[in-house]
């Protein structure tokens, strides 16, 4: 019996990827586990580096770039582990912290999906998870007032690490247990049993917001999602994606979101509010960050 399938997906991140095997290597512990990389037609060496250095790693060798989801689905169907970890090539353990996740989830059998705390190089906090962009929250987040304290206060953002609110924005907010909607991708525990049940990641995300799709379906058939800080991992950031590739992506994964999941006014509604929301960072965000920022709010209200 296999523990723990890793998936990683990579995409000319090589360095990070020899970075990232290594540390599982080494801080694995006890648990059983396979190494699954799925490789997104890097163009870097980084097919040829694995095979020199790992002969125990399966390795999928993609012909194109078939973004996150999708890649990470050929590595699941292939998995034979009784919990699947989906983990970014950008990231690198500094503890045995898999053997511990692992048997935390076996006794907590409710939760189907959860996540570690994310430390930046530096060793500061990273953002991880939040809740589901209802009309409100995406109203709140592209029009400022999430960040208002005495209003902004009362509402869980979307992603709260980005909020300028005193109660999500610290770091202590990071540090406790919590029982959030969706969680990072970049560290993403599943069960086995919950991809029988709700399916595979929906392939008509390229990157980002997949996994709060994944998420909200896994939520809707009684699941628990859990962030837990009492583990950790480094996170860099940008392995795999760099600029502004984030955020257009970001608008353009919650349009498909709102697409599948909502009706077609709440659908209407959202695009009018991340038109607005991107206008009104072409000016806020222009005038403190300057023309990179304009060029990619302008792309962003396009694609919105």
């Not at 870097?44 to 020199?52: A, H, L």
Request: one cysteine or more.
């Amino acid at each position: 019996m296999i523990d723990l399938s890793i998936i990683i997906v990579s995409y000319n991140s090589k360095d990070f990827l020899i970075s990232c095997i290594d540390s599982i290597k080494r801080y694995a512990g006890s648990i059983k586990y396979e190494l699954i990389i799925v490789d997104n037609a890097s163009s870097d060496g980084s097919v040829d580096e694995v095979k020199k250095r790992y002969k125990e790693v399966i390795l999928i060798k993609n012909n194109e770039n078939l973004g996150f989801g999708k890649a990470n689905n050929i590595g699941i169907k292939i998995a034979k582990g009784e919990y699947i970890l989906l983990l970014n090539s950008d990231t690198f353990f500094k503890k045995d912290i898999l053997t511990k996740m692992v048997s935390w989830m076996r006794i907590n059998p409710e939760i189907g999906i959860s996540s570690c705390l994310l430390r930046n190089i530096d060793g500061s906090i990273q953002g991880n998870g939040g809740y589901f962009p209802t009309l409100f929250k995406v109203f709140a987040w592209m029009f400022f007032i999430e960040d208002i304290p005495l209003i902004g206060s009362l509402i869980k953002p979307f992603h709260p690490m980005h909020a300028n609110i005193p109660f999500f924005k610290g770091d202590e907010f990071f540090k406790k247990v919590r029982e959030f909607d969706w969680v990072s991708g970049a560290f993403f525990l599943i069960r086995n049993k919950v991809i029988k049940e709700v399916g595979y990641f929906d392939q008509d995300y390229f990157m980002y917001t997949e996994e709060v799709d994944y998420c909200f379906r896994a939520k809707k058939t009684g699941w628990r999602i859990v962030y837990n800080p009492d583990w950790y991992i480094v996170h860099r950031g940008g392995g795999s994606s760099a600029g502004g590739f984030s955020i257009i992506s970001e608008f353009q994964g919650i349009k498909i979101f709102y697409k599948k999941h909502m009706s077609k006014l709440n659908f209407q509604f959202l695009r009018l509010f991340l038109k607005v929301g991107a206008l009104l960072r072409i000016v806020v965000m222009g005038l403190i960050k300057g023309k990179e920022a304009i060029y990619v709010y302008k792309k962003a209200f396009e694609v919105a």
